[in-house]
């Protein structure tokens, strides 16, 4: 069975490097759990950052035949186990530096268990549906870590003088099951690993496929960069109708060879590869470009990360990497650009760029034609994810594309970057589109990121949910719906085929600056609240109801430690403590939803306690 983990991408984080010890699966009616993966010792970091929308392949598991719900992780929570480095353009008003390296006694992992040394943190994920494990069926297992959750990483920025910001890391909550109905869809990060041969075609494994022995780079980055081996083995077949194509990268400038079945010495045994590769319906991998090299470092070099900027004029993007840096990547009318490690380039990154398609945020993995290039030459860019995102506006209902559509404008800390588009929706014969529980839909499918398995693709309630404003005046301003979308090239149907269109869009929860209470809460449903920056209150609505109450935290600071405590305010008691806590002049934090009658639907709440918070 594949195993995998995904995240959902932040823009203030360039690295979230976490240690995923093993994964277990609970079975259906009770049972200890069956270990189903165990890390390579020592244990690798994985960059969450790196898998906006990705999945990380952790390996091909053998599983025993049997239902399971739930999946256990077990995650390493000494000091050291979670590296965080922030992006190198982050959102305004974070409170540290582009580029900077939290150091270990600023991050504080929650809820961890065990002798000092020897610290875990269990985290429990019930799967949206019973994972069914049979001798004849692949399944596959992909567990998600939502960057994009407000209490997944939180931060306490004391006043001057009490110290420095302290990172408290919450994983419970922030870690979900992704359901997969079609493996096919599924959008794989660069595979690393060492080769190990070419299969004869014994022991019922097909003649021809790469053998590999999986690698993780290590975090954070060395000089040059090395790899944490494993004994995770994976066999990668090629695409025996379109070709895979095979680069040899200690031959900078030669053209890549186009094989359909790997042959002994196609790639050199104990060769380092990174792989783009996808999977077939049966669960097995096909790969589409094979990178090779003597040195591990080499084919690291490829920059893989998130485009910081773009600039038509000198055909000049920037990449983020794991360094918190930012690489300069140039791009000519030769450089082919591809979407989902798909065969077929969708065009010139020149004609891209100055046609405004490709923009921060995409999602991509650069193979450039010489490592030793200042800047970097693309060979060819793969999106990996085309992600649009921003203050939503114009949204129309009018169906086929692009009659029907929004308007995503993106604000940055660095003007030059920000952006407003016109995309429209995939259309309703685009029949290949998933649901957050991986239900398929046809067309447009949209859903609030608190309610997540009420998706939907009725237009008309779209266009109604993202009318909503909440102002709080001055510098703050209005606050409107915000949404991020993966897009498609081509809308799905036969007549746009080409141009971006939108699969999807998730209502985020806005983040509200710092504020503090203006009018109590008195058990409901509202408040008031002021913002830093703003020169009025506006009122903020708290669910109690059980299944979408709103999410309510207390953060506390003391004697130099963080302590991020949920607190469930369906009961008596936490309704109390949220009373207590909300009183005029209460520092408070909310992540909310714009609604039409101007009024904040609270997703995430946050309160403080001991060390309070500089405002």
């Known amino acids: 069975m594949p195993l995998m983990i995904s995240d959902a991408t932040s823009d203030d984080w360039a690295t979230v490097g976490v240690r995923v010890l093993s994964i277990a699966l609970v079975p259906q009616g009770g049972g200890s759990a069956v270990s189903v993966w165990t890390a390579p010792s020592p244990a690798p970091y994985v960059n969450l950052e790196e898998l906006d929308q990705l999945s990380e392949i952790l390996g091909n598991v053998s599983v025993p035949v049997g239902t399971y719900t739930a999946a256990v992780l077990t995650l390493s929570a000494n000091p050291g186990d979670v590296l965080l480095t922030t992006a190198p353009d982050p959102e305004p008003g974070f409170p540290v530096a582009g580029g900077t390296n939290i150091p270990t006694d600023q991050i504080q992992i929650q809820n961890a268990q065990g002798s000092s040394g020897s610290l875990t943190v269990a985290v429990t994920v019930n799967l949206v549906s019973p994972l069914v494990v049979t001798t004849s069926q692949n399944d596959a297992l992909d567990l998600e870590f939502d960057l994009a959750h407000p209490a997944f990483i939180v931060g306490h920025t004391p006043p001057a003088g009490d110290g420095a910001t302290m990172w408290a890391v919450n994983f419970a909550g922030p870690v979900r099951h992704h359901p997969i109905r079609d493996l096919t869809h599924l959008v794989l990060r660069r595979v690393y690993g060492t080769v190990t041969g070419v299969t004869t075609g014994t022991g019922g494994v097909p003649a021809g496929l790469l053998t590999i022995d999986k690698d993780f780079a290590v975090l954070p980055p060395t000089n040059p960069e090395t790899a944490t081996p494993s004994t995770q083995?994976?066999?990668?077949?090629?695409?025996?109708?379109?070709?895979?194509?095979?680069?040899?990268?200690?031959?900078?400038?030669?053209?890549?060879?186009?094989?359909?079945?790997?042959?002994?010495?196609?790639?050199?045994?104990?060769?380092?590869?990174?792989?783009?590769?996808?999977?077939?319906?049966?669960?097995?991998?096909?790969?589409?470009?094979?990178?090779?090299?003597?040195?591990?470092?080499?084919?690291?070099?490829?920059?893989?990360?998130?485009?910081?900027?773009?600039?038509?004029?000198?055909?000049?993007?920037?990449?983020?990497?794991?360094?918190?840096?930012?690489?300069?990547?140039?791009?000519?009318?030769?450089?082919?650009?591809?979407?989902?490690?798909?065969?077929?380039?969708?065009?010139?990154?020149?004609?891209?760029?100055?046609?405004?398609?490709?923009?921060?945020?995409?999602?991509?993995?650069?193979?450039?034609?010489?490592?030793?290039?200042?800047?970097?030459?693309?060979?060819?860019?793969?999106?990996?994810?085309?992600?649009?995102?921003?203050?939503?506006?114009?949204?129309?209902?009018?169906?086929?594309?692009?009659?029907?559509?929004?308007?995503?404008?993106?604000?940055?800390?660095?003007?030059?970057?920000?952006?407003?588009?016109?995309?429209?929706?995939?259309?309703?014969?685009?029949?290949?589109?998933?649901?957050?529980?991986?239900?398929?839909?046809?067309?447009?499918?949209?859903?609030?990121?608190?309610?997540?398995?009420?998706?939907?693709?009725?237009?008309?309630?779209?266009?109604?949910?993202?009318?909503?404003?909440?102002?709080?005046?001055?510098?703050?301003?209005?606050?409107?719906?915000?949404?991020?979308?993966?897009?498609?090239?081509?809308?799905?149907?036969?007549?746009?085929?080409?141009?971006?269109?939108?699969?999807?869009?998730?209502?985020?929860?806005?983040?509200?600056?710092?504020?503090?209470?203006?009018i109590p809460y008195t058990g409901g449903p509202t408040f008031a609240m002021t913002a830093l920056g703003g020169a009025q209150a506006a009122t903020v609505d708290v669910s109690t109801t059980a299944g979408s109450a709103t999410l309510v935290y207390q953060m506390n600071r003391s004697s130099g430690t963080v302590t991020l405590t949920p607190v469930d305010i369906t009961t008596a008691s936490g309704l109390m403590d949220l009373e207590n806590a909300l009183t005029v002049g209460a520092p408070v934090r909310v992540y909310g939803i714009p609604q039409a009658d101007g009024t904040l639907a609270a997703y995430v709440l946050i309160y403080f306690t001991g060390v309070m918070p500089s405002m």
């Open 233 to 518: 083995s994976l066999n990668i077949s090629a695409d025996s109708v379109n070709g895979t194509i095979v680069y040899d990268l200690d031959s900078p400038g030669t053209p890549g060879t186009v094989v359909t079945s790997f042959a002994s010495g196609t790639v050199p045994t104990n060769d380092y590869v990174r792989i783009a590769a996808r999977f077939q319906e049966d669960g097995t991998l096909v790969a589409v470009r094979v990178y090779y090299s003597s040195k591990f470092n080499t084919v690291w070099l490829n920059p893989e990360g998130h485009v910081l900027a773009v600039d038509a004029t000198s055909n000049t993007i920037w990449v983020t990497n794991e360094l918190g840096g930012a690489v300069a990547v140039s791009v000519n009318s030769s450089t082919a650009v591809y979407l989902h490690n798909g065969s077929t380039s969708i065009g010139a990154a020149t004609t891209l760029l100055a046609a405004q398609q490709i923009v921060r945020g995409f999602k991509v993995d650069v193979s450039v034609a010489n490592v030793l290039n200042v800047p970097l030459l693309a060979q060819s860019i793969n999106i990996e994810t085309a992600a649009f995102g921003g203050a939503i506006s114009n949204a129309a209902t009018t169906l086929p594309a692009p009659n029907g559509g929004l308007t995503y404008t993106a604000s940055f800390r660095t003007p030059s970057d920000d952006y407003s588009v016109n995309l429209g929706f995939i259309s309703d014969t685009a029949n290949d589109n998933t649901d957050p529980e991986g239900n398929t839909m046809t067309g447009f499918d949209w859903w609030n990121f608190t309610f997540p398995t009420t998706s939907s693709t009725n237009l008309t309630n779209f266009v109604a949910s993202v009318d909503g404003q909440v102002n709080f005046g001055g510098q703050v301003g209005a606050l409107t719906t915000y949404g991020v979308s993966a897009a498609d090239w081509g809308d799905g149907g036969t007549v746009n085929t080409s141009n971006w269109y939108l699969r999807d869009a998730v209502l985020l929860p806005a983040p509200v600056p710092l504020g503090t209470v203006t």
